[in-house]
């Protein structure tokens, strides 16, 4: 009988005669035993872990199935784009595995949409937002075990539970990764230019190549903080169905109002054009849901200090000396209400010190000033960074 190591191999083998990308793809990552995993496979952090003994009864059929899903996975780039701030483990896997098995390939191993009772065909992130409200925000104990979420837990049977766990566990190690997914979209163009797709169907193909449309901009990386500082505000409640389970079971809710801090820089390096730009993102968080955002202005120091309850049309801005961050830094580690924190700059200043663990998101205004700060910003954690396109901005 052949071990579980041996099937890969020859599974592995195959795809280097009949699916170049499927092999290429698969060589990105290292292949590693894990006996530890939930799941039969997971990836993340640039491996591919198995384990032997939730394989052990697999046919080889079955194990190609199960390792195609997780190459699928890469190739969509769940593990390393569109990764939200603290998110619900169990409900990126399940998302993922959804939108492979309505956009790519039916597998008996995956829910599709109608198990949830969700629409077809939507999109990973819709998919994800929308078992948010289903799937149980399950966190993992160093000891492998799982922590409850607020009571919820003991309301699901076993086998509920087993499932949401092993799906918690599977995207545990799930993170942006700009590099890796450029990675994989090298080997996506190669496919799209040498026609070498091996077996994958017309619609795998199309899903596959629309994930290349998807950038690393401001637009999806502010639509992520927006969504990671609103979701630390979810509640459970009775008082609102389950999607899933009715009122048998808790639903979740949202507290609307946002505490969250701005921080624009109005030195002398700045344009006015940067400045108009700048406005006009912060407008965007209004149809966000958003009500009220807290605005400074700094340079060397706080110049300014006012509240947006609505977009604004003009907002005239005083300063236009130096740059130092630590002004902006300080104000916000002192006002705990506030949950995340956005600086629009060009990054030119001394890099500062941030002394507490909390979100700060770093909007540059080009790709050159990106591509100077974005080293030091995320050697903070919880910070990030992205820029302005300097064409077609807006």
């Given at each position: 009988?052949?071990?579980?190591?041996?099937?890969?191999?020859?599974?592995?083998?195959?795809?280097?005669?009949?699916?170049?990308?499927?092999?290429?793809?698969?060589?990105?990552?290292?292949?590693?035993?894990?006996?530890?995993?939930?799941?039969?496979?997971?990836?993340?952090?640039?491996?591919?872990?198995?384990?032997?003994?939730?394989?052990?009864?697999?046919?080889?059929?079955?194990?190609?199935?199960?390792?195609?899903?997780?190459?699928?996975?890469?190739?969509?780039?769940?593990?390393?784009?569109?990764?939200?701030?603290?998110?619900?483990?169990?409900?990126?896997?399940?998302?993922?595995?959804?939108?492979?098995?309505?956009?790519?390939?039916?597998?008996?191993?995956?829910?599709?949409?109608?198990?949830?009772?969700?629409?077809?065909?939507?999109?990973?992130?819709?998919?994800?937002?929308?078992?948010?409200?289903?799937?149980?925000?399950?966190?993992?104990?160093?000891?492998?075990?799982?922590?409850?979420?607020?009571?919820?837990?003991?309301?699901?049977?076993?086998?509920?539970?087993?499932?949401?766990?092993?799906a918690a566990n599977a995207s545990e190690f799930w993170d942006e990764d700009e590099e890796m997914a450029d990675k994989i979209n090298r080997q996506i163009e190669k496919a799209q230019k040498t026609n070498q797709w091996g077996s994958l169907?017309?619609?795998?193909?199309?899903?596959?190549?629309?994930?290349?449309?998807?950038?690393?901009?401001?637009?999806?990386?502010?639509?992520?903080?927006?969504?990671?500082?609103?979701?630390?505000?979810?509640?459970?409640?009775?008082?609102?169905?389950?999607?899933?389970?009715?009122?048998?079971?808790?639903?979740?809710?949202?507290?609307?109002?946002?505490?969250?801090?701005?921080?624009?820089?109005?030195?002398?390096s700045i344009e006015s054009d940067d400045l108009q730009n700048f406005f006009s993102i912060i407008n965007r968080f209004f149809s966000y849901g958003v009500e009220a955002i807290q605005v400074i202005a700094f340079d060397t120091e706080i110049?300014?200090?006012?509240?947006?309850?609505?977009?604004?049309?003009?907002?005239?801005?005083?300063?236009?000396?130096?740059?130092?961050?630590?002004?902006?830094?300080?104000?916000?580690?002192?006002?705990?209400?506030?949950?995340g924190l956005i600086i629009f700059t060009d990054g030119y200043a001394e890099i500062p010190r941030i002394r507490l663990c909390k979100q700060i998101l770093w909007i540059l205004t080009g790709k050159e000033e990106y591509d100077s700060a974005?080293?030091?910003?995320?050697?903070?954690?919880?910070?990030?960074?992205?820029?302005?396109?300097?064409?077609?901005?807006?």
């Amino acid at each position: 009988m052949m071990s579980v190591i041996e099937k890969i191999s020859r599974v592995v083998d195959r795809w280097f005669l009949y699916e170049p990308l499927l092999f290429n793809t698969y060589c990105t990552h290292k292949l590693e035993e894990n006996t530890q995993i939930l799941c039969p496979f997971r990836t993340g952090k640039r491996r591919i872990e198995y384990n032997p003994v939730l394989l052990k009864n697999y046919s080889e059929d079955e194990l190609e199935l199960a390792l195609e899903t997780e190459v699928t996975r890469i190739l969509l780039k769940h593990p390393y784009q569109r990764v939200p701030l603290n998110p619900n483990r169990a409900a990126l896997k399940n998302a993922s595995d959804v939108t492979i098995s309505e956009h790519c390939f039916r597998s008996e191993k995956l829910h599709d949409a109608r198990y949830y009772n969700l629409d077809t065909k939507l999109s990973y992130e819709e998919y994800y937002k929308e078992l948010y409200y289903i799937c149980p925000d399950l966190k993992i104990n160093s000891d492998g075990s799982m922590k409850d979420y607020e009571g919820l837990m003991p309301a699901l049977g076993d086998g509920e539970t087993w499932e949401y766990q092993a799906a918690a566990n599977a995207s545990e190690f799930w993170d942006e990764d700009e590099e890796m997914a450029d990675k994989i979209n090298r080997q996506i163009e190669k496919a799209q230019k040498t026609n070498q797709w091996g077996s994958l169907s017309g619609d795998f193909r199309e899903t596959i190549s629309a994930s290349l449309k998807i950038p690393m901009d401001y637009r999806r990386i502010l639509s992520q903080f927006r969504a990671s500082i609103i979701s630390q505000r979810r509640k459970l409640t009775r008082m609102k169905p389950n999607r899933r389970y009715g009122f048998t079971y808790m639903g979740s809710q949202f507290e609307p109002k946002t505490h969250l801090l701005v921080a624009v820089d109005v030195s002398g390096s700045i344009e006015s054009d940067d400045l108009q730009n700048f406005f006009s993102i912060i407008n965007r968080f209004f149809s966000y849901g958003v009500e009220a955002i807290q605005v400074i202005a700094f340079d060397t120091e706080i110049k300014q200090e006012f509240e947006l309850k609505k977009a604004a049309k003009s907002i005239e801005v005083v300063g236009r000396g130096g740059t130092d961050f630590q002004c902006a830094i300080d104000y916000y580690e002192a006002h705990s209400e506030y949950q995340g924190l956005i600086i629009f700059t060009d990054g030119y200043a001394e890099i500062p010190r941030i002394r507490l663990c909390k979100q700060i998101l770093w909007i540059l205004t080009g790709k050159e000033e990106y591509d100077s700060a974005v080293s030091w910003i995320k050697d903070f954690r919880l910070n990030r960074a992205t820029w302005i396109p300097k064409v077609n901005r807006g």
